[in-house]
């Protein structure tokens, strides 16, 4: 696995991304740097936001704060939360999906049309619904604190599309149980469980991790799609001063945040919305880098292939010359 | 028919959530808050909102009907659109040799990664720049006012379709290309154009339409973001303005219906289709 250069690049890329987040609130402290205004030659040439320049890589929201250090300060909340919510999600549809695929192979049906409406709900939808009165801030303030509110959304996050995994599973696992070589172990006497442990799991590992990975990228878009809706991971700073009421507000820096709250200044300031999504964008695909990579390592079939293949092709074309051959002989039975 | 169920139990979600998040699990206040989401709903014409921008009540026939239409038309087209540029680009791509394939699909496969708001972003700024540089606004890009955009969504909408059936129609094609009779059929000397189009794409278009339901879920949340962005007058953007159970309601069944027809009618079709063929 770990020689295969797409896992490689997927993995060093990820590890980059969240142990830089890491690094850089141990050295730098988590509070990015402010900038009120470029000098030049004793003059103010641009205020916040400043455009991206070789000081300020990224450039600076209209606070003045470096965009770099925000996205390097939100990073770690935004994977952790993806990997988490994937991972959650996981650990309950796994057992729940081979439990349908095998003990409740009766109920599947009606269980699986119940889990088929959520096809017809937009999922980002579906979860601002639920998470509204979750994280945005009721004018009173939050009645629990940032973790609670946290590890509630990454619970509800991973519950809403668990069952739609779970069917899938399940499915699969059903379809496994009517291989012959389980028909024989349980001819043999093995019990559900074991034949669970035993045949359906190790079956069905790489399936499962592709489908973790999925999970993992489709949760980063749904974080995305849910900031634009200003409902930010871990809860959004509502300020109801009616005079001079901030705009809702991210309280981590994580990267859906950083690009929902600013997504307005789009036209104005395009560096501002576009870097995070850009790094929403490279944590996507570093993982499905590793994905690739993974199923090339399990299944190096796309080389075995093309060595069967090509000289069964050959043969077939030296067959259909000699074919011609031969008919050209027959055609012509003067020239023999 | 239990997918209705699941709608419905599904509509009354944020009473159970906003309880727990007070430690009490409120199933009565749930019962009867789908009890009356139900009851509210029953006679369609005289459904009506309060619609929060204006303050004035709402009705669902006509002025719902036109956001559900607007946003049903841009779903179907762009679907459409996807299914049309996915199997064709199968086919081209099946007539290639084996290493080339193998190179598009993995292009494709890491672009699919790209997420959709940076397409629509890139396509938004896209514009700007070509108006900046030659004044030509090849489309508008957003909404303002009463008139309506169809092809600069319907595009963005597409693009991750696409590369999504595309994938979906490869395998499958691919699949089939193993299947005796393709060899059967080469070795009676047809062409390949004649074979991938006439005997493969046959037999391989009713598994992608199957499968093919997944892909509308994900373009039903990108129709969302969609709609948020460009400010399109539709229901999406109807509903996150006027989130009410009642409101959640009539909106996914808005969705659920036409999809449903879809795929009703395509099963029977093909299911006449298969059996019409073993009789004979």
Known sequence: MWKQPYFAIGFSLMALLLFGSFAFEWIFGNVPKQIFFIEENGRAVEGPPISPKWEFPLGTDQYGYDLFGKIMLGGKYTIIAALAVAAIRMLIAVPFGYLLGTYLQKHRAWIGGLADSLHYIPLTLFAAYVLYPVLWMPPEGFANGVWERIAIQVVLMSLLTMPVVAVLVGNEAALLYRKEYVLASRVLGAGRFRIIRKHLYPQMREKLAVLYGQQVMETFIVMAHLSLLNLFLGGTKVSYDPLFGDPP???????????????????????????????????????SFMMEGYLRSKNPQVKKRKGIASPSENIVEWNKEQLREKMIRLKNPHDL | MFSLLGIVLISGFPVLIGGLMEGELRLSEYL?????????????????VMNLRTGREMFLFPTIA??????????????AAAAAFAL??????????????????????????????????AAQLGIIFIYLKTDVLISKIAVVGGDRIYWLPVLCLAILPMIQLYRLCMLTFQEEERQMYVELARSLGFSKVFIVWIH?????????FFQSKKTIWFMLSNLFVLELMFNMPGIMLFMRDNMSPEVFLVAIFSFFLPMFLLYSVGEWFFLRHFRGKEVA
């Open chain 1, 249 to 287: 507000m991210s309280i981590s820096y994580e990267w859906a945040g950083l690009f929902g709250s600013t997504f307005r200044y789009l036209q104005g300031a395009p560096w501002l919305p576009l870097y995070p999504v850009f790094f929403i964008a490279l944590a996507i695909l570093s993982v």
């Open chain 2, 32 to 48: 009867s808050s789908l009890q009356g989401v139900l009851k509210e709903i029953w006679p369609l014409q005289e459904f009506s």
């Open chain 2, 66 to 79: 036109e956001y559900i239409l607007y946003s049903l038309q841009i779903l179907f087209l762009a679907f």
């Open chain 2, 88 to 121: 064709a680009f199968t086919v081209l791509t099946m007539l290639l040799s084996e290493k080339a394939r193998e190179r598009v699909k993995l292009f494709l496969y890491f672009l699919e990664s790209l997420p959709d708001l940076l397409i629509i972003m």
């Open chain 2, 200 to 208: 493969m794409f046959r037999n391989a278009i009713i598994s992608v």
